[in-house]
DNA sequence: TTGCTGACGGAGG
DNA sequence: ACCTCCGCCAGCA
């Protein structure tokens, strides 16, 4: 017997399991993930997924932002200024809730995960 | 039950 | 380059 709800879980579990992968002091975005995972097009899931892990300690959400390095998730967090708090005491530079030098510090699952 | 919203992103005009 | 629409799907009124 099976349910939507099992799936949903295990594509959450493996959101949380690639977010926890990001090394510190690096980003990736929702859409990264999303496509990782087979599901280009659910990147909007990933950031419910990331609302639904601030229960989860070891889960960085501050280190997923949107494809523009943009925080825009900052307002989910406990202070506004939380989200680019944390980046910045990993050495992110962070400027008017933009990442600087994005390009650089971007994280790509798709190729640091890539299957052989 | 239906409809709208949303931590997104790509495609089309 | 800018704006709008569409897909994805879990919550909520």
Redesign the pocket.
């Known amino acids: 017997m099976k349910n939507?709800?099992d799936?949903?879980l295990d594509f959450f579990r493996d959101v949380y399991d690639v977010v926890r992968l990001i090394p510190e002091g690096r980003v990736t975005?929702?859409?990264?993930i999303?496509k990782y995972l087979g599901?280009?097009?659910?990147?909007?899931?990933?950031?419910?997924?990331?609302?639904?892990?601030?229960r989860l300690p070891d889960v960085p959400?501050?280190r997923?932002?949107?494809?523009?390095g943009l925080l825009?998730?900052?307002?989910?967090?406990g202070d506004p200024n939380e989200?680019q708090r944390l980046l910045e005491s990993e050495g992110i530079i962070v400027k008017e809730d933009q990442v600087q030098n994005f390009l650089s510090l971007f994280w790509d699952p798709n190729d640091a995960l890539k299957l052989p």
């Not at 997923?64 to 523009?68: A, E, G, I, P």
């Not at 825009?72 to 967090?77: C, D, I, L, V």
């Open positions: 939507t709800a799936s949903t975005s929702y859409g990264a999303a599901s280009a097009r659910s990147s909007r899931m990933v950031g419910w997924a990331m609302n639904a892990s601030h959400a501050h997923v932002l949107n494809r523009n825009t998730g900052k307002h989910h967090f989200m």
